[in-house]
Each structure stands twice: as C-alpha cells, then as structure tokens.
C-alpha cells in the first residue's frame, strides 16, 4: 500500500517485473465502483420484489421441472427443446430448486435464483482472474460489466436457459487461459461452468467443448512433464471428478431409456430436419459480433420477421482484425499470456463460425447468445495487449489500471441510465393479460368435474393457457394432464392417455374454435378476446381484403374460416419473403401477435377416441 493509504496491492501471486508491470488500482475508484454495483444490485432487488412477474410459456415449464427436483419424477435431462429433444443435463433445474424452495416455491424464486447463479459465475470469473494480477482482474470485471450492460440487469435474473451461457461461457473462456498457466482452481472451474452451460444450451456446446479440450490438453501435458507432476494429477482427478458428477443424471438417462436424449441430440446434429444455415451465413452472423459498434454490448439484434438475425449489410469484423495484430505484438514481444489469450480467442472465433453455421433453421437471436461472450473475449484480448504496452510507458506504470478502472466507472453508471427492464420477462405482454383473464374462470369451471382431466395439445396463445390451467390445476390439486408426447417437456407424470382421462378440456383458436362451437359433444365455458372492438373491426378488415373468396351457398363457419387461413397464410409467406413488407402486413402481425380470440370448451363426458 502506499504511503498516502489511497492505492490498494493486487494480488499475491501477480508478478512483478520491467517487462511486466502491475500497477496499483487507486481505493478511490474500487470504492466507487463497489458502490455503484451496490446501487444496480439493490435497484434490480427491488424491483423483483415488487413486480407481479407471471411465469408463462417457457418460463412455466421451467418452474414444473424445477419443482420436480428431489422429487419422484427428478429431471435427469435438460429444458426441453423444439425439436422434440432435451438440452444435455439438469444442473439448471437443480441449482434453481434451492431458492425456490426457500421462496416458498414462488416463481419469484426463479428469478432470484437466476439472480445468485449469475453472480456466482461473475464472482467465480473476476476470482480467477485476480488470481493471474490487477491487470488481469480490472480487465475481465470491465468486459464482465459490459456483457451485464448488453443483458441489462434484468437479464440477471432471467431463468431462462439461453440467457445463461452468455456470462458462463465468458467464464469458461478466462478459466481456460488461466488452466495453460497451471491455475487448479481455473481447471475445476472450467469442467464445472462449462459444463453448466453446454447443459443450459445446447449451442454452445462446440466453443466450450473446445475451451475443456484445451484445458485438459493442457493439464495432462503437465500431470507427466510438469515441474509439480503430483499436485497437477491431483487437480486432474478433482476436476474429473466434477465432470463426473456433473454429468451423471445424462449417463443415467442414456442408459436407461432408448434411444436416450444425448443420442436423440447427437442424431439431430448429424442429420437435422431443416437445412442449416451454412457456412456463408455463419460468417455474416459472426462478423456481425465482432463489428463495431458490437450489438452484443447495446443487448440487442435486428432481427427480420421471421425471427432471424438480420445480416443484410456490411458488418466489417473489426474484432477479428486487431486480435491478428494484438496476436501478432504479443508474438514479437513474447508476452505468454497475451498470447494465450488471443490465441484461445481466435480458436473462439472459428468455434463460433462453425456453430453459427449449423443452426436449424432460422438463426433467431437467442440461439447465439453464447456469441456474445466469444466477441467480448476476443476485444479482451485485444485489449490486454494494448494495456499491457500502455503499462511500459510512464503514465501507463502509474495509471493503466486505473484507466479500465474508470471506464468500468463509464459502463456502470451507462447501466444506471438505461435502468432495469424487467419486459423481456413477461415474454409478452397480451399473452400474460390473457392468461391472467382465462385461467381463473377456467379453473372454477373444472373444480367439480370427474378426472383425470386432458388438456388439448396446443402451440401458441392456447398451448400458454392450457399450460398454466395445469401449473395451477397442479396447485390446486386437480388432476390435468396433456397426452404423452409432451412428457419429454412437463414428465411422465403430467402427461396421460386419451382413452384414461374422464374430462377433456379444449384450448382453440381460429377455425378450430369455430367447429366446436357447433359440436354438441362440447360446451364452451369462456371466451376470451384481447383486442379491442375497434382493434377486431381493423383485423377482420384487413382479413377481408388478403384472404376474401366467394364462400359456396351451405360452406359452414368453420371450413369458410379455414379456407381464409390458407388465403392468409400464401400471404404471409409472401410477404416474409419480401424486402420491404407492406405496411398492412406489418400492422396484421402486430394485431395478431396481440392474440387471437381463445375460447375454452369441455367435453360432456370421457374424451372421444
């Protein structure tokens, strides 16, 4: 410490050198940055605390399995995907069992439990770092604090599964260059959070296989021709072991079901059902991370209607340019580190590429999450060459610390500014307005009739409401379930064959709605409508003129709606195809991603074979 007391030591285990400075972190600025994290953190406790969050679609699943956990019906596969598939492992499932259990089984407890995984990956990340010297550690908490400006701080405590492996994978990254140093502590913390993120998303598992593959490479190099062979075999059988028992209940499903979740994956990515989006694409979305300004710090991605990243343009990868001339002064310099660091950046970048071009069909934004920690660890290489020459000069042997110190100072309070949003966690909007209006009615509506009930099977606005009345009915102690094949998402448990269930319960929407209406079989029990008087006046308006024919005198309600349907959807796909969609597109899909009109039905008796 110096003799004024305003300057902090770094680390023990930094080096000292002419060569390789270390500079001081002046007290002033920690305590600043202390106190603004401070400030984020208790801001963003608040509002958790106060918001009325309702866990729909994704995020009501995810709170079924999670309460699952030290149950019967344990997960021993990962959140479910689309594809009829289960990401590799439940370690998130099991994580955030803990403090929604002491939530009292609150959804809030999800969120909070997010909140602590995401703090314990940033707090094991800037430990491993501190333990390689200030330079290192200033560096990683500046890019760490710029990843949680892209997520805003909301994005912290978002439970759901994509959003994990961006800080995860980042760590995962840092924790392999410090494991080609000989750090054992990096070692077991790369098995274990890359492990925890190649389980959370599937897509990241290529850029984490290989951060592992480095690691252990590299650890086994040292366990026979290493100066300290016996504590590095040491730190190769704990981080073994950690991998064993992160991997566990994955092995166990695989040995005891057929044809077992992680052979379903490994044949999806060997013969995917849609066509990938190809090395070209790949190239476009990956420059797209690393030009500048990079979207992954703004947190957001132009995306096309379909949902897809949007690379049109010209997006230069400026990233990938200074980290082949950072690669290069560090080679001609002989800095280890530095290279190290741009060298596992640039197998980053390739990993990246390759993922990015394998993705099944459209390549929507929260498929590449796991880019957003490779284009930051790739500026964060760059950048610890640059530091580290800045660090030669004179000023820099006083102040290049503090410099990162103070631009951590810039993001933080830039993160203040923008505030905490916490509307990416309502997915939507109107659904969680309809939900909330549908599920109570409903829910009184069945309390007195025979069960086991079955819910119809449903994918958008009517499969969201369906699956609360079950999250609910389950509260309640009513006894719903769906059919078996969505047992892969809900278990065993929550899923029941037609011909075994005494009540049946429809979810329908457009033209199916309207033929059960004339089916004495069923009697509607609600119906709920999210648009306005005016609002359905412009939606039928603008059906009518995409979607109007001449209906033959005697064609039904239900078969004439049909009918606009495949009019409407011609129409769609044209205009999904098109350049420049019309205004009159643009504001359909606004009024019918609002949500359609749902109507709730019950059958009269066992459910129809």
Not at 19 to 29: A, E, F, G
Not at 222 to 232: C, L, M, P, V
Not at 425 to 433: A, G, P, Q, V
């Amino acid at each position: 410490m110096t003799a004024s007391g305003t300057e902090i030591a770094g680390n023990a285990s930094a080096t000292r050198s002419e060569d390789d400075p270390q500079p001081s972190i002046d007290r002033r600025l920690v305590v600043a940055v202390v106190a603004l994290l401070a400030i984020i953190l208790g801001w963003l406790l608040y509002r958790l605390f106060t918001s009325d969050w309702l866990p729909i679609g994704d995020y009501r699943t995810l709170q079924l399995r999670v309460s699952d956990v030290g149950r019967s019906e344990t997960p021993i596969v990962g959140v479910y995907s689309r594809y009829q598939w289960n990401h590799p492992g439940p370690l998130l499932f099991y994580l955030l069992a803990i403090p929604y259990r002491l939530s009292g089984s609150s959804p809030l407890g999800l969120l909070f439990g997010a909140l602590v995984i995401n703090l314990g990956v940033i707090a094991s990340t800037l430990w491993i770092a501190a333990r390689a010297g200030r330079r290192a550690v200033v560096l990683v908490g500046f890019f760490l604090a710029l990843l949680c400006l892209g997520m805003n701080p909301a994005g912290l405590a978002d439970p759901w599964n994509p959003e994990f492996v961006i800080l995860s994978v980042f760590a995962a990254a840092v924790a392999c260059w410090r494991v080609l140093f000989g750090d054992r502590v990096a070692a077991v913390a790369l098995i274990a959070i890359g492990s925890f993120a190649v389980q959370c998303h599937v897509g990241s598992a290529l850029p984490v296989a290989l951060l592992i593959g480095i690691g252990v490479v590299a650890l086994l190099v040292r366990t026979f021709t290493g100066t300290e062979r016996s504590r590095d075999r040491r730190t190769a059988l704990i981080a073994g072991a950690i991998a064993i028992l992160c991997w566990i209940p994955p092995l166990i499903d695989q040995l005891t079901n057929s044809p077992g979740n992680l052979r379903l994956i490994f044949a999806f990515l060997q013969n995917p059902p849609r066509a990938t989006t190809g090395i070209s694409t790949g190239l476009e979305i990956t420059f797209r991370f690393l030009s500048i300004p990079g979207n992954w710090v703004r947190g957001e991605e132009p995306t096309l209607l379909n949902s897809a990243i949007d690379t049109s343009g010209w997006a230069f990868p400026w990233a990938l340019l200074g980290l082949a001339a950072a690669g290069w002064w560090a080679w001609r310099k002989q800095w280890r580190n530095e290279l190290a660091l741009c060298a596992i950046a640039g197998a980053l970048v390739l990993s990246g590429i390759i993922a990015a071009s394998r993705i099944v069909g459209a390549p929507s934004p929260y498929l590449l999450r796991w880019m957003w920690a490779i284009a930051a660890f790739t500026w964060l290489a760059i950048a610890a060459v640059a530091l580290r020459q800045i660090a030669l000069a004179s000023f820099g042997r006083k102040h290049a610390t503090n410099l990162v110190a103070v631009a951590t100072i810039l993001v933080l309070i830039a993160m203040l500014v923008r505030g905490v949003n916490l509307t990416p966690l309502r997915l939507s909007n109107s659904w969680t307005r309809a939900i909330a209006a549908i599920t109570p009615p409903v829910l009184a509506a069945i309390k007195d009739v025979p069960g086991p009930i079955i819910l119809s099977d449903g994918y958008g606005i009517d499969g969201s409401a369906g699956l609360d009345l079950l999250a609910r009915a389950e509260e309640a102690g009513l006894d719903v379930r769906r059919s078996p094949s969505w047992a892969y998402i809900y278990g065993n448990k929550r899923t029941i064959d037609r011909s075994q269930a005494a009540t049946e319960v429809l979810f329908l929407t457009e033209s199916a709605r309207l033929a059960t209406l004339a089916d004495p079989y069923y009697r509607e029990i609600f119906t709920y409508d999210p648009l306005s008087p005016d609002q359905r006046a412009e939606f039928d308006v603008l059906v009518a003129k995409y979607a109007s024919f001449d209906a033959p005198e005697g064609m039904s309600p239900a078969d004439a709606a049909r009918a606009r349907e495949q009019l409407l959807e011609s129409w769609v796909t044209e205009q999904l195809a098109s350049q420049s969609p019309s205004e009159d597109f643009k504001r359909y899909m606004k009024l019918l991603l609002d949500g359609p009109i749902v109507s709730v039905f019950i059958s009269n008796g066992p459910p129809r074979p």
